[in-house]
């Protein structure tokens, strides 16, 4: 998991998938029953989403896990 934090990939997909939507990140943390800073620490690759929230973030967002995990290109 450092590894993907180190990389930044998390954190550039949970933003991009976000802003695509208009979905502020006080609305997905509300969605995800988080804090808004938790979402914030996601984005900036300072902690990971829990892996039981990755399906309910990914349906948010609408992409896939995969999706979200996948490396930008």
Known sequence: ?????????????????RSEHGIRQEGLARLLGVDRSTVAKWETGKSMPRAELLPKLADILGCTVDELLRKEE
């Open 1 to 17: 998991m450092k590894d993907i934090q180190k990389r930044g990939v998390i954190p550039i997909r949970i933003q991009k998938f």
